[in-house]
Structures are given as C-alpha cells and as structure tokens.
Nanobody, 122 residues
C-alpha cells in the first residue's frame, strides 16, 4: 500500500486545513486508516483513526471536537479536517494503513505516507 499525503501548509491560530491521503491499493475499503502527528523533537503520536466498514472514528483527546477524520472509498482517500488550529498542532502529519492491534498505536500500522507539514502561527 502506497500512501501520499497532501494539504499541509501554514495556517494562523483558529484557522483550518484539510489534509488528504490517497492510497494506491484496489482494496482500500478493507483498511482502517489513521493519522499521526510528529512535532519537532517528539515522538509520532496518534491523532485519529477511522474503522473499515463502519462509521466509527477515534480521536486523541487533544483534537476531539476540532479535527474530523473521514474517507471516500471511491477515491481511495482519507481526509483529516483540522479546525480551530492551535500552535501546538504544528507537526508533520502522516497517514497510515492499519494492520492489527490498537488503533492508537504506531506499531499497529504497517504502511505510512511520507508526511505533510502543518505549521500553525500564533
């Protein structure tokens, strides 16, 4: 599974960005997908996940009510809508295809994109 993210950039605090991740796989709908963020000098952390075949979504506490994960299986794409951005949201954001295990664990994801930078200014 190859994953390519886009949509990052510079935003002001309180602003919005929408990240996209396109997967090059015919069976995209069979994958649960996740987004992770890695701030400078920190570990890659779970942001959100969307579960295959359902509408279930999970979020890190820090982004609940601000970020929304969604998917369009016809376009092989998963999205992360980021609203009410804060400077602490600044990070490289990666999408990933889930393999097995907990949805908030990096080790549960087998395939990763190259990341897209999000910078939020105060």
């Amino acid at each position: 599974v190859q994953l390519v993210e886009s949509g990052g950039g510079l935003a002001q605090a309180g602003g919005s960005l929408r990240l996209s991740c396109v997967a090059s796989v015919r069976t995209f709908s069979t994958y649960s997908m996740g987004w992770f963020g890695q701030a400078p000098g920190k570990e890659r952390e779970f942001v959100a996940a969307i579960i295959r075949g359902t509408s279930y979504t999970y979020y890190a506490d820090s982004v609940k009510a601000r970020f929304t994960i969604s998917r369009d299986n016809a376009k092989n794409t998963v999205y992360l809508q980021m609203n009410s951005l804060k400077p602490e949201d600044t990070a490289v954001y990666y999408c990933a295809a889930h393999s097995s295990g907990g949805y908030d664990s990096r080790s549960s994801y087998a395939n990763w994109g190259q990341g897209t930078q999000v910078t939020v200014s105060s």
